[in-house]
């Protein structure tokens, strides 16, 4: 019997029950940005010069936040991002580590110093690196190699 009266007053008032899809809309574009602003993309820039040497027990890295990569030549000359080291400038790499540190812990991240190694240059290219890491403060650290498959 009810059900009979609301039939009859909605067929009176004539009207199509459509539901407005402008708020969800909304909510998507709201929810694409708010993922774009949160999400934190990272590059990492390596030396095309670089050819690192190939490790048969070589696994891939789980994660590129908080690493602090330089990059080693052959001749001793250290690239790090954007900024070429000399060999005799080792305060410098010091310097750059720290700062690199303070960034990654500002942002909440584990700092890892991540070495690309030309397989022909000197071990103690990787030291000089390795020593400036640990004056800086960076207790981590990563070896960057070709798997051998």
Known sequence: MASDRLRAVSKEQ???AEMDMSPMIDMVFLLLLFFLVVSNPRTIKI???V????ASNGVPAKSIHGKIVVN????????AEDTTITFANKELLSEYIEAEKDKIKAVGNTPVLHI???KRADFKYCQRVIKAGAAAGVDQLAYGAYNKE
Not at 51 to 54: A, E, G, H, L
Not at 72 to 79: H, P, Q, S
């Open 51 to 54: 050819q690192p040497p190939v």
């Open 116 to 118: 690309r190694a030309d």
């Open 14 to 16: 004539g009207e199509n």
């Open 47 to 49: 030396d095309q010069d």
């Open 72 to 79: 080693i030549r052959e001749d001793g000359t250290f690239l």
